[in-house]
């Protein structure tokens, strides 16, 4: 199972980068897709991500190393860059996810189209501080969840 929840999040974050790299190309006009296509696409990063998250929320013992001590734990929680910073992201994900789809609901106007896109950027650009912060925080932790050949190191 535990093989499942890592390859399941893993394909979920290569689907938000395709879709991201699709969305950037259609903001320069590189390519030229309908507004709804863009949305929809979205919507379906999103339900991949209410999917990913539901098994990880249902088998959490699947999810947290089983090596992780109580102070290794209460690091990455109190660390700067996680804890409340990660618990927000993902909050004005989830918040701006509800946002877009009333936009889409609402009649996607012009406007709702550019305040849900700044929207998203913001949520990009604040996601890739926070993501900087953890892989310079917790580089040997993030090193081995890419490749989790070996257990992570524990205080013994």
Do not use: K
Request: hydrophobic share 55%; net charge negative; glycine share 10%.
């Amino acid at each position: 199972m535990r093989h499942l929840v890592t390859q399941s999040f893993r394909g979920y974050c290569a689907v938000a980068v395709i879709v991201a790299g699709f969305t950037g190309l259609w903001a320069v006009d590189v390519i030229s897709v309908a507004i709804p296509v863009v949305g929809y696409a979205w919507f379906a990063v999103a339900a991949i991500g209410t999917l990913v998250a539901a098994g990880m929320a249902a088998r959490p013992e699947e999810v947290i190393e089983p090596d992780a001590t109580d102070d290794r734990i209460d690091e990455f929680e109190e660390t700067t860059v996680t804890g409340a910073p990660l618990n927000l992201y993902a909050a004005a994900l989830a918040a701006w996810a509800c946002v877009s789809f009333g936009w889409v609901l609402g009649g996607m106007s012009a406007a709702g189209l550019t305040v849900v896109g700044y929207g998203w950027l913001a949520i990009a650009a604040y996601g890739a501080l926070v993501a900087a912060g953890l892989v310079a925080t917790h580089s040997d932790e993030v090193t081995t969840a890419v490749d989790p050949s070996d257990t992570l190191e524990t205080d013994g």
